[in-house]
């Protein structure tokens, strides 16, 4: 394995961290922000759901910006942008200032997540075998530390701005410097794959998606994300009003649940190199539908946060493994299917939580935990879509690539 590809992953795992990082900050402090700006109950949801609407239409624009532009290039200018946001919600002081900023914070997430996406799919295609999985695990690291710095800025009652700001002075230069090293992924295997798959009508870079093939994995994003958050804006509540924990217990399945995806993914690509991607999806799917059926009978609150614990379990691995699979679907335009599989990431956010809350409320919170069961359980209909494509070169597998595939962005 060259030193291109070792860096590469590097400065792409460092980004995958700094966005974990990015993101909890935001959402573990939407009611410091709330009455920072004097946002109402009312306008609140307006605000929260213009982020992933602006987000999917940043990776939809990033699907038609990779055509010209490399992903890594969109990479290093998105990331920034995304921190810069950050500051800014925490440094205003009106709405107008606010709306700005979520909106620049949303749009920069679409590309930043598309092109991240991207570029893990082609190296993981360099490299040859699953690491994908490594990159979400970063991700979920990154998510824990901002999920620490926002508990940390809540009890030592710290303005948003100086919670923000030295999140921003480290992460910022970093993420900079580490761009340098960004590896598209584009060598000269890569050039003969574009080029067969151009001669058979898949296309090259941005065309050639058949949206018909792609569905099933779309439809697993979206299942993943309805699971995704309703652990993250349910859980507590459910613990507290439904289990009847203590309200400082019905904080702890969101930061269990967390470490086990944490521990799930830093696992999940040796499972992919010894059982394959189908063997682990249908595991993984089986795992979170039995967390989500724990949840809905749980006794009592220490039942239920070992449900939310298998659910993390389960999930964990599903995301990833559906941005690797599309990669693998659509060689010839991996970065194209990689965009509009992201968009599939957001619908699920904005249909999960409301859709749990709207159950809930008309019927029980109990009942409304098998619906995420359920759409999960369907996950298991779709994991042949995660098997490796036959090879165009006559093999009944992927090729791996050769060491020297890799190309940095910085022209290595």
């Known amino acids: 394995m060259t030193e291109v590809l070792r860096r590469g992953r590097a ?9 974990g990082v990015a993101f909890a900050l935001l959402v573990t ?7 920072r700006y004097g946002v109402s109950d009312a306008l609140l949801p307006v605000f929260l759901a213009a982020v992933p609407i602006l987000a999917g239409v940043g990776s939809v624009a990033t699907e038609r910006l990779v055509k010209r532009i490399p992903p890594s290039r969109l990479l290093r200018w998105s990331q920034p942008v995304v921190l810069l946001a950050l500051l800014g919600v925490g440094a ?20 930043l997540d598309a092109s991240m996406n991207m570029l893990g799919v082609s190296l993981q295609r360099a490299y040859g075998r699953s690491i994908m999985l490594s990159f979400h695990a970063v991700y979920s690291l990154g998510g824990i530390l901002g999920a620490s710095l926002a508990w940390v800025g809540a009890h030592w009652h710290l303005a948003l701005w100086v919670s923000y700001l ?14 340098r090293w960004y590896v598209d992924g584009k060598g000269d295997e890569a050039e003969v794959e574009r080029g067969v798959a151009s001669e058979t009508g898949e296309g090259g870079r941005g065309q050639g998606v058949v949206f018909k093939a792609l569905l099933p994995l779309c439809l697993v994003m979206t299942f993943a994300y309805i699971g995704d958050s309703t652990v993250s804006n349910w859980s507590a509540k459910y613990l507290q009003d ?14 269990v649940y967390m ?15 010894r059982f394959g991607a189908v063997a682990v999806v249908r595991l993984g799917a089986l795992v979170a539908a039995a967390g989500f059926a724990v949840v809905a009978v749980a006794p009592g609150a220490w039942a239920g946060m070992g449900g939310f614990t298998l659910v993390g379990l389960g999930l964990c691995v599903l995301v990833p493994q559906t941005f690797a699979a599309a990669g693998r679907l659509f060689p010839g335009a991996s970065d194209a299917a990689v965009a509009r599989l992201n968009v599939f990431n957001y619908v699920g956010f904005l249909i999960g939580s409301p859709l749990v809350g709207a159950l809930g409320d008309a019927w029980s919170y109990r009942g409304a935990m ?12 779709y994991a042949r879509s995660f098997a490796p494509q036959p090879d165009r070169y006559g093999g009944g597998h992927e090729r791996p690539r050769t060491a020297d595939v890799g190309r940095g962005s910085n022209g290595v």
């Open 11 to 19: 400065s792409l795992a460092l980004s995958f961290f700094a966005q």
């Open 29 to 35: 402090r939407i009611p410091a922000i709330q009455n």
């Open 92 to 111: 205003g002081d009106r709405l107008a200032v606010l709306g700005f900023a979520l909106a620049l914070f949303g749009l920069a997430v679409g590309a």
């Open 166 to 179: 030295p999140v921003v002075l480290v992460l910022l230069p970093a993420v900079v410097v580490g761009s």
């Open 242 to 255: 439904v289990l009847g924990s203590s309200e400082q217990l019905a904080t702890v399945p969101y930061n």
């Open 259 to 273: 470490v086990t995806t944490l521990l799930g993914r830093a696992l999940g690509d040796l499972g992919v190199r």
């Open 370 to 381: 098998a619906v995420p069961m359920v759409l999960v359980l369907v996950t298991f209909v």
